[in-house]
């Protein structure tokens, strides 16, 4: 049997901007972004260590690293967030991901990235669900991409992320039979 590593790295597809974001689509993110911690806990909360240790591919991270990196990457983009919402056109400090699913920190029980991921969606539903319309038009300077991104496409990209790395857990656990 062949493994297609193509769709075990992006189980829903690459991240697509739409060309028109409605309110609606802004609503259906937020929601996603919202819900998340009940569904990554759903996932996992059934699962052994050693499962949890079992890369969601080969060569790809554990799905405990999965859930730390979750953690890390949503702090990352709600202060982010934050900075856009209350200073013009910040530039934002990217971070090594890679790097940081190696730490100590990622190797922890899971139930310390759930209890932040928790924590984090509750505050992020909460500034998501504040915003008005020309507050999701404001920006911040991603330096690595050399350009301004909007918050309405990072709103878009963190319901996306959450749902992809999802969706790298659950087919784990479809594909072994969990």
Known sequence: MSIDIEFLRYPIGNFQLPEIVTTETIDDAIETIKM??????????????????????????TVRQLVHHCADSHMNAFIRFKLALTEDNPTIKPYDEASWAELADARLPIESAIAILRG?????????????????RKTYHHPEKDRNQRLEEITLLYAW???HHLAHIQHLILRENW
């Open 120 to 136: 984090i969606h509750l505050k992020w539903g909460v500034v998501l669900d504040s915003m008005t319309a020309e507050d999701f």
């Open 36 to 61: 998340f911690p009940v569904h990554i806990f759903t996932a996992v909360s059934r699962l052994s260590v050693d499962q949890l240790d079992t890369p969601y591919r080969p060569g790809g991270w």
């Open 161 to 163: 992320h959450s749902q």
